[in-house]
């Protein structure tokens, strides 16, 4: 199981930090990625992050402006988001990716879904 934390209300072109846990086992044995959900939309791929290289990437839409990253000693992968834009509004769901050549994508076949953090982007 897989915990999401950090959403939040933000105004647009603030920054806000999400984080992802386990509340059991250990995300180091897996390529973890972050995944969002606007009202309405499909759930896409936002960034990931390879378990051996910390290889990572993103979407289009949110490069140059968040950054995923590990914190090995505490088990714990964060998203760092800035220039926040009232389109990033979202609930945000951590997941184990599937990964090609070693590298992490923006997929996974993961069921167990968390309960996600909800950011808000507004004025």
């Known amino acids: 199981q897989l915990v999401e934390s950090g959403g939040g209300s933000v105004q647009p072109g603030h920054s806000r930090r999400l984080s992802c846990t386990a509340s059991r086992g250990t995300l180091r044995d897996y390529d973890i990625g972050w995944f969002r959900q606007a009202p309405g939309k499909e759930r896409e791929g936002v960034s990931c992050i390879s378990k051996e290289t910390d290889y990572t990437t993103y979407a289009d839409s949110v490069k140059g402006r968040f950054t995923i990253f590990r914190h090995h000693i505490r088990d714990t992968v964060y998203l760092q988001m800035n220039l926040l834009k009232s389109e990033d509004t979202a609930v945000y769901y951590c997941?184990?990716?599937?990964?090609?050549?070693?590298?992490?994508?923006?997929?996974?076949?993961?069921?167990?879904w968390g309960q996600g953090t909800q950011l808000t982007v507004s004025s």
């Open positions: 997941a184990p990716t599937l990964s090609t050549n070693n590298k992490c994508i923006l997929q996974t076949d993961f069921a167990s």
